[in-house]
């Protein structure tokens, strides 16, 4: 019985592994935290949440919605999928936030306006997305080598602090 029950465990984690599909990300990314997209198309952080208004009456003013992405789906029929990992939580304000547009970082940091942007070590597949400025804690130029794989120069933009990129245990 302990090996039929051994081989069920077994089965079912290998389906769930090789059922997924795999994130694009740098081998530095972060190990904690989930991604804030707030109205629908701008990637910030949990300061930029906690920043609107401290007071629930205050905070009822500025949010209109509030959604947790638990449910992964696959790359196909989500557009956020690369950023699910560690989840996703989908904030929709009645205010604008001040952001830029991947095209707008990549020309001032000199790269092609195509280029690859990452966001705490994770590809932004979607061009859509925007970066929050309140958001940014970080952004580095991540030239191409043999550990991380990448084929031109890219940004990578930190939403996170350094002391709340990594689990302790995490390599």
């Given at each position: 019985?302990?090996?039929?029950?051994?081989?069920?465990?077994?089965?079912?984690?290998?389906?769930?592994?090789?059922?997924?599909?795999?994130?694009?990300?740098?081998?530095?990314?972060?190990?904690?935290?989930?991604?804030?997209?707030?109205?629908?198309?701008?990637?910030?952080?949990?300061?930029?949440?906690?920043?609107?208004?401290?007071?629930?009456?205050?905070?009822?003013?500025?949010?209109?919605?509030?959604?947790?992405?638990?449910?992964?789906?696959?790359?196909?029929?989500?557009?956020?999928?690369?950023?699910?990992?560690?989840?996703?939580?989908?904030?929709?304000?009645?205010?604008k936030i001040a952001s830029k547009s991947q095209f707008e970082l990549n020309e001032?940091?000199?790269?092609?306006?195509?280029?690859?942007?990452?966001?705490?070590?994770?590809?932004?597949?979607?061009?859509?997305?925007?970066?929050?400025?309140?958001?940014?804690?970080?952004?580095?130029?991540?030239?191409?080598?043999?550990?991380?794989?990448?084929?031109?120069?890219?940004?990578?933009?930190?939403?996170?602090?350094?002391?709340?990129?990594?689990?302790?245990?995490?390599?």
């Open positions: 019985m302990h090996k039929f029950i051994t081989f069920l465990l077994i089965l079912f984690v290998s389906l769930n592994l090789f059922s997924q599909d795999e994130y694009f990300k740098l081998p530095q990314a972060k190990t904690q935290k989930p991604f804030y997209i707030f109205n629908e198309k701008i990637v910030g952080n949990e300061y930029l949440a906690k920043s609107l208004k401290p007071t629930d009456d205050k905070l009822n003013e500025q949010v209109k919605n509030v959604s947790v992405l638990i449910d992964k789906q696959d790359r196909k029929q989500n557009p956020d999928y690369n950023l699910s990992e560690h989840g996703v939580l989908l904030v929709d304000l009645k205010n001032f940091f000199g790269l092609d306006k195509q280029s690859e942007i990452y966001i705490d070590g994770y590809l932004l597949e979607n061009k859509k997305f925007r970066i929050a400025l309140n958001g940014i804690t970080e952004i580095e130029i991540v030239e191409p080598n043999s550990v991380n794989g990448l084929k031109s120069r890219v940004l990578n933009i930190w939403t996170l602090a350094k002391n709340e990129r990594y689990m302790e245990n995490a390599n």
